[in-house]
């Protein structure tokens, strides 16, 4: 016989969900700027490209490939970091990637070698993606399914500042003290990012909190019959790092809704980098702005998508308790599908006006404006894929966001790079164009299947994942919203 390890009631002080108020905003917070510099980093090389280029001698593929491999790091950094979070804890996880992202974009410039900044850009890459593979996790850890639209929105304000704040320091530092400083200024300011995460970053991970509890119980009363659901699954060392760092890899393979999400994610991700790797060169190309000139423009692709995860947030989470009082407070993954169909209009609508305004050399300010709107559609769209997502895996939401990100990260390697020859052979208005109806295929089939067949998609799978976890009990952790729900009530 054995005593299980939980919450002592509803109003346990130790379960996040009890904590402060304050104290899960200064987390959110500081994790929002975390993710600011993987953003800045992703897009702040753009305005230095040709200096960069010139310097080192690189072509213009290989110099593409100094830009983007950066994000083919976060192919893999997720699927390590995030079972490593659900093993020991978030903040492990949050710390080791900062250390290791602040030294290896430190070194990107040293003796200028294109070697040495290739290298260093995959490396920090993988202590970048710590932001994409728990920040909503963390965030899942923090706040109640019925905050989970607001909650998103506050963890992704700053990242998505950083596609402007990037590129515009990109531009500056270049033009005055030269591109090396680039990453030197990132490294530092992370640096105060992660000594203000000793103090402000807590474990908010339940079942490593609970874990803790435990070993305090067995110590404290000699019982070595205290443990938690996780512990009795996986009783060995072994056994944990065998079943943690193989999940996001099972998760992706035997579940068909976490594919579907995938394919979705990776088109909208690729779309984005893309229009962060070549939006310089539109201005340079088609207005002849300067270098700080051309940074200012990106602006417009950070004020879109704020504007859009900040407006969705709350309506997210308006819809979700009107669905949750109409169907008497039965919870579903579906109801974030609604906040996927503006995303999927305004999309196709702003990459039209965003092309076709540059290649009929319209002002500047209407090229701004069709980036800002295909940007808050992109965001806005995926905000509500990566909440169902939560509310389907609920405590395993950091290794299913590893999966479903897997082709998204991906494709934000390889569309830059074949961005130059899309738009040498279609041009700026065709090509967007292109990109738009190949969106229009995907995007406007997608929130009308899941609404549908959602229920249906996500039930697929699970009896094979049970086999090859190898226990039911580690299939019962895999919980859906109306799970979690009733496990919030046991705290």
Not at 150 to 166: K, R
Not at 219 to 242: A, I, V, W
Not at 325 to 352: D, Q, W
């Amino acid at each position: 016989m054995s005593f299980e390890v939980t919450w002592n009631g509803n109003d346990d002080p130790n379960d996040p969900y009890n904590w402060p108020f304050a104290r899960c905003m200064a987390m959110t917070t500081l994790i929002s700027v975390g993710g600011l510099v993987s953003t800045m980093s992703t897009s702040m090389m753009a305005p230095a490209l040709t200096q960069i280029s010139t310097d080192l001698g690189l072509g213009a593929s290989a110099t593409q490939l100094a830009l983007s491999i950066y994000l083919l790091a976060f192919v893999f950094g997720p699927f390590i970091i995030a079972p490593f979070s659900e093993m020991y804890g978030r903040k492990p996880a949050w710390l080791f990637c900062h250390v290791w992202y602040i030294f290896w974009n430190a070194l990107c410039p040293v003796n200028k070698s294109k070697g040495i900044l290739i290298a260093g850009r995959f490396l920090s890459g993988f202590g970048g993606s710590v932001g994409i593979a728990i920040a909503s996790a963390t965030t899942a850890d923090l706040w109640r399914p019925s905050q989970r639209g607001v909650s998103l929105s506050i963890v992704t304000f700053a990242p998505f500042l950083g596609a402007a704040i990037g590129p515009i320091l990109g531009g500056t530092i270049t033009q005055h003290v030269g591109w090396p400083w680039l990453f030197w200024t990132v490294s530092l300011f992370d640096s105060s990012i992660l000594f203000l995460s000793l103090f402000l970053v807590h474990e908010s991970y339940a079942p490593v909190l609970l874990s803790r509890k435990a070993a305090k119980l067995r110590k404290s009363t000699g019982n070595p019959l205290y443990s938690t659901q996780f512990e009795r699954s996986h009783p060995t060392l072994g056994k944990k790092l065998m079943v943690s760092f193989t999940r996001p890899i099972k998760v992706l393979v035997t579940r068909p809704i976490i594919q579907f999400m995938s394919l979705l994610l990776a088109y909208n991700f690729g779309i984005y980098c893309l229009a962060l790797a070549t939006f310089a060169n539109i201005f340079a190309d088609k207005y002849h702005q300067t270098e700080s000139q051309r940074g200012l423009n990106y602006i417009a692709i950070a004020l879109g998508s704020t504007i859009a995860t900040q407006v969705g947030g709350p309506v997210t989470d308006r819809v979700w308790a009107h669905l949750k009082g109409k169907a008497s407070g039965k919870v579903v993954p579906e109801y974030r599908v609604p906040l996927m169909i503006p995303g999927t209009l305004l999309t196709p609508i702003g990459l039209f006006l965003y092309g076709w305004s540059a290649e009929r050399h319209w002002h500047w300010i209407v090229t701004d404006i069709g980036a800002a709107i295909f940007s808050g559609g992109i965001m806005m769209g995926s905000n509500a894929m990566y909440a169902y997502l939560i509310d389907e895996f609920a405590e395993h939401a950091a290794s299913a966001n590893a999966a479903a990100r897997s082709w998204t990260n991906v494709m934000g390697f390889v569309f830059p790079i074949f961005a130059p020859s899309l738009y040498q052979r279609f041009g700026y208005g065709w090509g967007n164009s292109l990109l738009a109806f190949i969106y229009l295929g995907l995007g406007i089939p997608a929130p009308l299947i899941l609404w549908r067949y959602g229920e249906r998609l996500r039930a697929l799978g699970k009896p094979v994942e049970m086999m090859l976890n190898g226990s039911a009990e580690t299939v019962d952790t895999m919980q859906t919203t109306q799970g979690l729900e009733k496990a919030d009530e046991k705290r």
